[in-house]
């Protein structure tokens, strides 16, 4: 198997060194009292301890005992040995691993869980991550051939415990269909993570690099434009942008008391544009839109009654009823405020997402933000797509846009429909490379409006 980090940090190859040994000492231990007693059967009629027809079927009954003894000594020999042998080459292949995650941690890179390689948060120029990019993909693909020289290890160990087992009779169990399902431990272990090794896997670890790239801020720059609104513009590492803009109220020149998050791609095009707005009588509005043509619509009355509803590209229509969790919780404390530049959705009871400038100002460089669009929608997509009310209660406050492998991450294939999301980039390009975030984040929308419409 392909272990995760924390598991092969668990792994103690050297109790092999240790297990080994008493497998062989066991059957040795069998065979020589099996022999003792065999012997002492032998000198009994010398000793006039015992003889007769009795002691003759009992003496050949030891006798052919000591030639199954001496066959089970040679079987646990065996075994021993293949187990030992296999400790240097697990043990080497996991310190070699371990290591070099190791050092690339004490640098300007870091080692996630699954084995994939990023640039750590905080201030950098487009010069220096394009700079950073070439050092990822050198030591991604390190990495990649240390992590197959362990599942080859791990995968060598069993097979050489069982091909030294199998001239004493021994059968492998069923690994398939039905037998196979009813007899616990006989499948080999899945992978951890994503086999680097084929071209799934490397596209699996490029879109979880686009992911955190997309969702981690390089740069931060803050002024008045042009039309005398503050703006804050946050930099991720890929390249896209967040521009929050807070819109100092002109009721008389129809300036709405407003704030907007418009996130653009590394090429510049649009992903999301979302607003909210707020009127002096207490009337609140979010509009979150995407590039495909999906909108977002949410309100809430002065007497606090809430609606929602999505707009589809096709133009179909879904309203989420009025007593639905996901107009009160939506977006829980640990995922708002911050991380999506929304106002904690759940202080004083409940409330209708509304973009914050007082939480964006919070983020700096090496800060995560997901913006709300995506904040919002994943939150959505965990409880929607949950399969029962249970499930629903619980991924109300499991979302969040940290999507790598759950029911909303592309990576793991759900919102986009398989475990490729993107066919056409080139996986020689993936091993250092990242999957555009933009690429992915455009059809969030589109996958939750049509999990409420019933796409």
């Not at 080497?92 to 995650?101: I, M, N, P």
Request: hydrophobic letters at 40%; one cysteine or more.
């Amino acid at each position: 198997m392909l272990p995760s980090r924390t598991r092969l940090e668990g792994w103690n190859p050297d109790s092999l060194n240790f297990t080994g040994p008493p497998v062989t000492t066991a059957g040795e231990s069998v065979e020589r009292a099996v022999d003792r007693i065999n012997n002492n059967l032998k000198r009994m009629p010398e000793t006039k301890a015992w003889s007769g027809q009795a002691h003759d079927a009992a003496s050949a009954m030891f006798g052919r005992a000591r030639q199954t003894a001496s066959e089970f000594s040679r079987y646990t020999t065996v075994i021993g040995n293949a187990l030992g042998e296999s400790a240097g080459t697990i043990g080497a292949a996991r310190k070699a691993l371990l290591d070099k995650a190791d050092e690339i941690d004490r640098g300007p890179l870091s080692v996630l869980e699954g084995w994939v390689v990023l640039i750590d948060p905080g201030a950098q120029s487009a010069e220096q991550i394009a700079e950073l990019m070439e050092q990822v993909a050198t030591e991604q693909a390190v990495i990649n051939e240390l992590l197959g020289a362990v599942g080859d290890a791990d995968t060598s160990t069993a097979d050489k415990v069982m091909a030294a087992a199998k001239p004493f009779g021994f059968a492998p169990p069923a690994t398939g269909g039905l037998p196979g399902l009813m007899l616990p431990g006989t499948q080999r272990p899945a992978d951890d993570v994503p086999d680097p090794r084929n071209p799934i896997g490397l596209m699996q670890r490029a879109t979880v690099r686009g992911e955190q790239m997309a969702t981690t801020v390089r740069e931060t720059t803050s002024r008045y434009n042009d039309e005398g609104h503050f703006e804050k513009t946050l930099i991720m590492q890929d390249g896209s942008r967040h521009v929050i803009t807070e819109y100092e109220p002109d009721y008389k020149n129809g300036v709405p008391d407003m704030t907007t998050d418009d996130h653009y791609a590394a090429d510049g095009n649009l992903i999301s544009w979302t607003s909210s707005t707020r009127t002096p009588g207490g009337y609140k509005k979010t509009i979150m839109n995407w590039a495909d043509g999906t909108q977002y619509v949410t309100d809430e009355t002065p007497e606090g009654v809430r609606t929602a509803a999505f707009n589809l590209p096709d133009g179909r229509h879904g309203v989420l009823p009025p007593d639905s969790p996901l107009l009160v919780q939506t977006v829980p404390d640990r995922i708002g405020d911050v991380l999506t530049g929304l106002e904690t959705h759940i202080d004083g009871g409940g409330k209708i997402p509304m973009l914050s400038v007082d939480a964006v100002e919070k983020v700096g460089a090496g800060a995560k933000y997901g913006g709300p669009a995506l904040g919002v929608m994943s939150a959505m997509y965990d409880f929607l797509a949950a399969p029962t009310p249970a499930d629903k209660c619980v991924s109300v406050f499991a979302g969040t846009f940290a999507l790598v492998g759950n029911a909303g991450g592309a990576a793991g294939g759900a919102m986009l429909g398989g475990p490729v999301p993107f066919p056409g980039v080139a996986p020689a390009l993936a091993v250092g490379g990242s999957v555009a975030g933009g690429a992915w984040m455009k059809s969030v929308g589109t996958k939750v409006g049509e999990l409420l419409c019933g796409a």
